[in-house]
């Protein structure tokens, strides 16, 4: 999504995305529902990143985070 944005000249959504790889992959299993969270907040509800980028790569971001973050709580909730 972030090559996406660079693409299509979103310098915003831009911004927003670029952290997020890094945190995602490098991040500790305790952050990732925070950052899981915060790009879960990329798709709100007036302004979403959807508006801005094809959703060839907007819908699989969004199952990806959606599955990590159920697992998550699975793993949350089993202790």
Known sequence: MVDAARQVGHGRWTAYLEP???QLRDGEISELRKVGL?????????????????????????????????????RELAG
């Open 20 to 22: 997020l790889p890094d």
């Open 38 to 74: 915060r790009a879960r907040a990329a798709y709100g509800p007036k302004d979403s990143v959807r508006d801005a980028l094809p959703a060839s790569v907007t819908e699989p971001f969004l199952d990806a985070i959606d599955k990590m973050l159920k697992e998550l709580a699975r």
